[in-house]
C-alpha cells in the first residue's frame, strides 16, 4: 500500500528492462568464456537483516552462486532463461498471469529440460527473479491463483484501477462480501480510518457471521478475512481433525507400552541345554497363555479404567 516508507521498485518498462539485463549477463558470460552464473543472497535466517529505513526485513550481505559449472545448475539457468523470456513477453503485450499458469505453460517450451517439475519450483525460480532484479512479482504481472483478502470496517481508500482512480468506503461501498484488497496492494492509497482495531480471521464462515451480526459497526472494528489455503498451513502443524482422529486416548498410550514391555525379549542369560530339554512345547504354550490372561487385566494409570492388552 502507498506509503512515504516504502522503497521504490521498479514498474512496466523498468521491469522488462531489469529482465533483460539479467539475460544481457548471461551472454556477456558466454562471450567472455566464463561458465554462466547468477549471484543470489543467500536464503536463510542469519542473513536476514532489518532496515528501519524502509521499516521491513531484508537479506544481508551473504550471497550464494548458482552457477552452469555442473548439469544441475545448468538446468536451473536454462530454466531462469526461459522464465526471463516469459516474463518479458508478457509485459510486452501487457497481460498477466497466475503462478499456477506459468507452471502448465512451461509444459509446451520447445525445451525440455527447461520445463518445471513441479509448481513449487517455478514459483521459487519467480522469487529468486525477485531477488536478483529488485523487481516485485505484481511488476512482472504474475500474481496468485488464490483471491485476495477481504476487509469490512470503517476505511476509506483510493484504488488504481484500469478505469481510473476509484474511491471506496470499506462499508458503505460494498456488499456483505466486503472490500477485495488487490493482488498489488501498491495500487491502495489510505484515506481515512475511523477503526477502534483490526480483527483478523482465517476462516469464510467466521468473518460472515461476524459480518452478519455487525461486529464491524457496533465496535468500529476493521474485519479481514486473511482467506489461508491449506498450502499455507505451517509444516507439521495438523489440522484439528486430523489431531483428534489420530491422537491416542491415554488408556491406549498405557495399553500399547504394555505390549511393548511384554512383547521384549529377555534379556536373562540363556538356560542350560538341560532346563532346555527339559521344557516341553506343551508347558511353553501353557506359560504363553498364562502370560496372555495376565496381561489382559491391565490397568490404566492415568484413568484408572480397565484396558485390554
Given at each position: 500500500m502507498s506509503d512515504a516508507n516504502t522503497p521504490d521498485t521498479p514498474k512496466g518498462d523498468d521491469a522488462r528492462d531489469q529482465l533483460v539485463?539479467?539475460?544481457e549477463q548471461f551472454y556477456d558470460q558466454f562471450e567472455r568464456g566464463d561458465v554462466p552464473k547468477m549471484t543470489l543472497p543467500t536464503r536463510s535466517k542469519s542473513n536476514i537483516e532489518y532496515d528501519p529505513d524502509a521499516d521491513v526485513w531484508v537479506y544481508g550481505d551473504r550471497t550464494s552462486t548458482r552457477s552452469a559449472n555442473s548439469v544441475r545448475g545448468a538446468r536451473k539457468l536454462?530454466?531462469?532463461?526461459y522464465t526471463i523470456d516469459f516474463l518479458a513477453q508478457q509485459l510486452d503485450e501487457n497481460r498477466?498471469?497466475?503462478l499456477r499458469e506459468l507452471y502448465y505453460l512451461s509444459e509446451s517450451w520447445d525445451e525440455e529440460e527447461a520445463?518445471?517439475?513441479?509448481?513449487s519450483e517455478s514459483d521459487k525460480l519467480v522469487e529468486d527473479l525477485e531477488i536478483v532484479s529488485g523487481v516485485k512479482r505484481e511488476d512482472f504481472h504474475m500474481r496468485p491463483e488464490e483471491s485476495g483478502a477481504k476487509v469490512m470496517g470503517p476505511l476509506r481508500i483510493r484504488?488504481?484501477?484500469n478505469r481510473g482512480d476509484r474511491e471506496i468506503h470499506c462499508q458503505d461501498d460494498v456488499g456483505q462480501g466486503g472490500y477485495q484488497i488487490p493482488?498489488?496492494?501498491d495500487t491502495i492509497e489510505f484515506l481515512d480510518c475511523d477503526a477502534e482495531f483490526v480483527m483478523?480471521?482465517?476462516t469464510g464462515g467466521m468473518r460472515d457471521r461476524l459480518v452478519e451480526n455487525g461486529f464491524d459497526d457496533e465496535y468500529d472494528c476493521l474485519v479481514v478475512h486473511?482467506?489461508?489455503s491449506p498450502r499455507g498451513r505451517p509444516a507439521g502443524s495438523p489440522s484439528a481433525s486430523t489431531t483428534n482422529s489420530t491422537s491416542p486416548s491415554p488408556c491406549s498410550l498405557t495399553a500399547t507400552r504394555g505390549r511393548t514391555a511384554s512383547s521384549a525379549p529377555s534379556r536373562t542369560a540363556p538356560s542350560s541345554p538341560r532346563t532346555s530339554r527339559s521344557t516341553s512345547p506343551r508347558r511353553r504354550r501353557s506359560s504363553s497363555a498364562s502370560a496372555r490372561r495376565t496381561s489382559s487385566t491391565t490397568t490404566c494409570r492415568r484413568t484408572r479404567c480397565p484396558t485390554r492388552t
Open positions: 539485463e539479467l539475460a536454462l530454466k531462469s532463461v498477466s498471469s497466475t520445463q518445471f517439475n513441479d509448481q484504488e488504481q484501477t493482488n498489488n496492494p483478523c480471521v482465517e486473511l482467506a489461508v
